[in-house]
């Protein structure tokens, strides 16, 4: 495995390769990037993510990069720290007259460099808490003084309010009055500060600049830090500016005034807010460029806080929206401009914080340096950026209005052409961003859970890499918004060629065709020119204006193959297993789905059950592997999390559907006790023993003679009393490990104590069966013998007793060999094993197989030479009024039809059940329980089940 996956970027490298992102790119030149395919081939890549906006003028641009060299060839210093910089002085001479030329500001600004985006906002913000804090020690030191020069002798005049505020009485003396002015004038000005960002902020990665960047993802587990920002949206910002005063943005001391010999306070205005954040144009939260209404409002709401106001231009600025900084465009009157980004050039590392002279707050580039910062090498590079863009007859920048304009007027295009999947088309310069429509209301389940995972944008982004070799991304906190930041040289043909991939990507999502937008992402090597087909169904599931049902309930399952896709998506028709296996392995790092749209299902009375099935898109075969590596705390984790909504949502009860109920541990694991949890297993065993017993059809099951493997298992022993009783013999057979005997034993003890019971209790048997047979025996016991067996070990006293009396293998036997199954009638596989273990050739002919092992122990090819074999895996239950599930999800069922662990699901809602019911050993008496369960509602075995299951 690359390098870069194991020791970088573990989960994101799943997240690319997911959605077919995970190239390797080696080379990179004007607009293009290359990778090489599969064959070798060099791929050329028309970049549109351009650097997050770096690249303004394309990759390695020639005449920068002769420059570069001239400059490495000249040995200019990169580590020239701690001296006067040459470069870093021209590069801000050059910005200092563009800058003042653009905001109109004759004073000139101070530059701080910097090598990164996030790094220069860090540096403002830093700059700002610095000028406050300098601002705050002024005005605590001019109290101090007041205080000092106060009169011992002069007494107070408190108005009610200051009373309250400093918690004494007017009449307290002046030394308490002082004390308590001193204390609370302190707390004032330790009140924590506070930032004002904008709603969609993006300003960056680091500690502070997360914390200011409004995507919870970002922040959220930062909480604890305390670092209070506010997040405004436009509408608020203009509701603070009119009512300053009610949003708790400064803190109030007290200041002591002597008039006429009488101390009063006065109140003295704290500013707590450090700093205004304003993007103007958000391109992570989703391209929005700010109007001049919340601009004007900015400044505004600045002017009234006295704090600084920071334009973060690292990406719309250096020429990105048409100007060296956007602000321009919209009258924003920043304080601070933040440049980074595109200054480089694309060639190297730059940024830099511009602050107003009336701003600078004296001695922080005393205390603010990095060894990165203004080194020689990247300051002339960026003033060579910016002398091309800016400088000459025809200046560079002017070609980013043009073909900003060509290439918006293409998107507003498509926007019109398709309202249904385009939501929004917004650009300002060459910052440009299509928003789709959320797609959680298609009629397509995968499309559904596309919008579940919020990766609309992202498969998007792999269709036109794969298909169309065009590179572009969502925005970093908006996934429905993808993001265009070309280069000043993008081309017609460039233009035409993403025109053409976005229309069909947006027929593709207009007729719900997931398989279009996947394939070039599932198969490298589609042609781009495929067609979207529609697949738009007819509403499914139940009809929202319908009445409610009884119940409700969720079972959780899971895919046992790949091709189950195909029924579940039918626009996934043309993909082939395999395709449909790397799809599921390649997506299986994000698992969330939504619920499928449920089926309503009634029981014989007309009591109706909503029953929802909320997969997980992983394989048997896939959860097999996680078992065997025992690497379940994802699936786990999923299955909880569904559960829970399970319970949010008003279901009754959950259902773990095969592997899931293996991986928890027969439900064990699951630890939610506000729903009812079951595998179903009871009803599961209690039909397959229904199913085991009609396909042996007219031969007498009292002749036969039963062996059930992996009996030593709660399943396998609970099958092996129930089933045996009514066979002539029973063998009990386990693995060869140690315990297996001893834990056999207890089983054969365990069941001959139950059927001695049912003796005593006068249940009968078919004659001839080995409940009566042990019937007949018990009845000539010597009364002594029944009365050893009035004690705990009653199984093993008969055991032995008949061990005495009668020829071995008479009644029960156990085994370890599997030969000795080779004989039997009937034959049960419940182990844990994960290959087959049954001598299929030597078995006896037209024997019955019973396989509800997960994974199986048989499967259906395993039996190609005897087709005398019959193979079942349980029951399939049949609805009392022909209700079934959506054709989409069905597997092997009819429409009438579900499977017994479904069916207990249901069965135990409409009891109103409200305990766990098959949540880990499951006992005979349940299975007989919850088949009378099945009796009284009318859901009745209908067929052997032939096939593997959900
Ligand atoms: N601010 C803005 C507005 C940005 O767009 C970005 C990067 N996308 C940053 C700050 C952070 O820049 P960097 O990734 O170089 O740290």
Redesign the pocket.
């Given at each position: 495995m690359d390098n870069y996956i194991t020791l970088c970027k573990p989960t994101l490298s799943k997240a690319l390769l997911s959605i077919g992102l995970d190239k390797k790119y080696f080379k990179a030149s004007g607009n293009y990037l290359y990778y090489r395919n599969s064959q070798g081939e060099e791929v050329e890549v028309l970049d549109l993510l351009g650097g997050?906006?770096a690249t303004l003028i394309g990759h390695f641009h020639p005449q920068i990069g002769s420059r570069y060299k001239d400059y490495i060839e000249q040995k200019v210093p990169f580590h020239n720290q701690f001296s006067i910089r040459e470069g870093a002085g021209e590069l801000s001479t050059l910005l200092n007259s563009r800058l003042c030329h653009e905001t109109n500001y004759r004073d000139g600004f101070q530059f701080c460099y910097t090598s990164?985006?996030?790094?220069t906002?860090e540096i403002a913000l830093k700059h700002a808490e610095y000028a406050r804090s300098l601002e705050l020690n002024a005005m605590q030191q001019q109290l101090k003084a007041d205080y000092d020069s106060l009169n011992p002798q002069y007494s107070y005049h408190l108005l009610p309010q200051q009373e309250r505020l400093l918690g004494v009485s007017r009449l307290a003396s002046s030394h308490v009055i002082k004390q308590a002015l001193v204390r609370y004038n302190t707390e004032q000005f330790n009140k924590h500060p506070i930032f004002i960002a904008l709603e969609n902020a993006?300003?960056?990665?680091m500690m502070l600049?997360a914390n200011c960047t409004h995507h919870p993802m970002y922040r959220a587990f930062l909480r604890c830090l305390n670092i209070e920002t506010r997040f405004l949206s436009a509408h608020v910002v203009n509701e603070i500016v009119h009512n300053i005063e009610h949003h708790g943005l400064w803190g109030e001391a007290l200041q002591p005034e002597v008039i006429d010999g009488v101390i009063h306070l006065k109140p003295l205005i704290i500013r707590r807010v450090v700093a205004i954040l304003a993007?103007p144009v958000q391109?992570?939260g989703g391209v929005w460029p700010l109007n001049a209404t919340v601009a004007e409002d900015l400044n505004k709401l600045r002017d009234s806080l006295h704090c600084p106001l920071i334009a973060?231009e690292?990406?719309s600025g250096s020429g990105r929206c048409g100007m060296l900084v956007a602000a321009s465009n919209i009258g924003l009157n920043a304080d601070y401009y933040a440049l980074?980004?595109a200054l480089g050039a694309g060639y190297v590392k730059i940024g830099v914080v511009a602050i107003k002279k009336s701003h600078i707050a004296s001695g922080f580039d005393l205390i603010q340096s990095s060894t990165f910062g203004e080194d020689d090498l990247s300051c002339k590079v960026a003033r060579d950026y910016l002398e091309l863009l800016f400088n000459g007859d025809d200046p560079l920048i002017k070609r980013v209005g043009k073909i900003s304009e060509q290439l918006g007027k293409i998107l507003d295009q498509l926007k019109n052409r398709f309202p249904d999947v385009i939501k929004d088309v917004r650009y300002q310069g060459l910052l440009l961003g299509i928003e789709f429509n959320d797609v959680a209301e298609s009629s397509s389940y995968l499309m559904q859970n596309i919008a579940a995972q919020r990766s609309l944008g992202y498969i998007i982004a792999g269709h036109l890499l794969n298909a169309y070799n065009i590179r572009v991304a969502p925005s970093?906190s908006s996934e429905n918004v993808l993001r265009f930041e070309p280069s000043v040289y993008l081309e017609q043909r460039h233009i035409s060629l993403l025109q053409r991939g976005l229309e069909r990507i947006c027929l593709g999502i207009r007729y719900a065709d997931v398989g279009f937008l996947l394939r070039p992402i599932i198969n490298k090597g589609t042609s781009s020119a495929i067609q979207p087909k529609d697949y738009r169904l007819t509403a499914s599931g139940i009809d929202k204006s319908a009445t409610p049902a009884d119940f409700s309930v969720t079972f959780v399952n899971h895919l046992i193959s790949a091709a189950g896709l195909r029924d579940v998506e039918p626009s996934f028709e043309g993909f082939s297993d395999k395709e449909l296996e790397v799809f599921l392995l390649n997506t299986s790092f994000n698992l969330s789905t939504v619920p499928f749209p449920a089926s309503r299902i009634r029981n014989k009375y007309g009591k109706t059950v909503d029953f929802i099935i909320h997969p997980i898109p992983v394989t048997s075969q896939m959860i097999a592997h996680a078992l065997e590596k025992n690497n379940l705390t994802q699936l786990r984790a999923e299955i909880n999390q569904r559960i829970d909504f399970a319970m949010q949502n008003g279901s009754r009860v959950a259902g773990l559907g095969m592997f899931t109920s293996i991986i928890t541990n027969n439900g064990k694991s699951v630890k939610n006790n506000s729903i009812t949890v079951t595998t179903g297993n009871a009803l599961t065993v209690g039909m397959s023993i229904a199913a085991v017993k009609k396909a042996f059809g007219q031969r007498d099951l009292a002749c036969a003679s039963l062996s059930v493997i992996g009996a030593a298992g709660n399943i396998g022993s609970v099958y092996a009393e129930i089933l045996g009783a009514e066979c002539r013999t029973l063998r009990l057979l386990g693995s060869s490990k140690q315990d297996s005997l001893l834990r056999l034993k207890a089983v054969m003890y365990n069941i001959y104590a139950h059927y001695y019971d049912d003796f005593s209790t006068g249940k009968t048997y078919p004659v001839g069966s080995l409940a009566a047979r042990l019937a007949d025996v018990f009845n000539t016991m010597q009364p002594d013998i029944h009365q050893q067996c009035h004690t705990p070990s009653v199984g093993r006293c008969i055991s032995d007793y008949l061990a005495e009396h009668y020829p071995a293998e008479m009644f029960i036997s156990i085994s370890q060999q599997i030969d000795d199954v080779t004989d039997s009638d009937i034959i049960i596989c419940a182990t844990n094993a994960t290959n087959s273990i049954l001598p299929l050739g030597q078995l006896r002919q037209k024997a019955v197989v019973c396989d509800i092992a997960v994974p199986h122990n048989v499967l259906q090819d395993d039996l190609i030479d005897r087709p005398d074999i019959l193979l079942l895996r349980g029951g399939v239950v049949k609805t009392p009024y022909d209700d079934g599930l959506d054709p989409r999800i069905r597997a092997y069922l009819e429409g009438n039809q579900l499977y017994a662990c479904m069916t207990e699901t249901i069965l135990l809602a409409l009891e109103e059940c409200t305990e766990h019911y098959s949540y880990g050993n499951i006992t005979p008496e349940q299975v007989e329980n919850v088949m009378q369960l099945a009796d009284k509602h009318g859901f009745v075995l209908e067929d052997v089940k032939r096939e593997s299951s959900l």
């Open positions: 997050y906006g990164t985006g996030a790094e906002m993006f300003h960056g990665k600049t993007e391109g992570e973060d690292v990406q980074s980004k970093g």
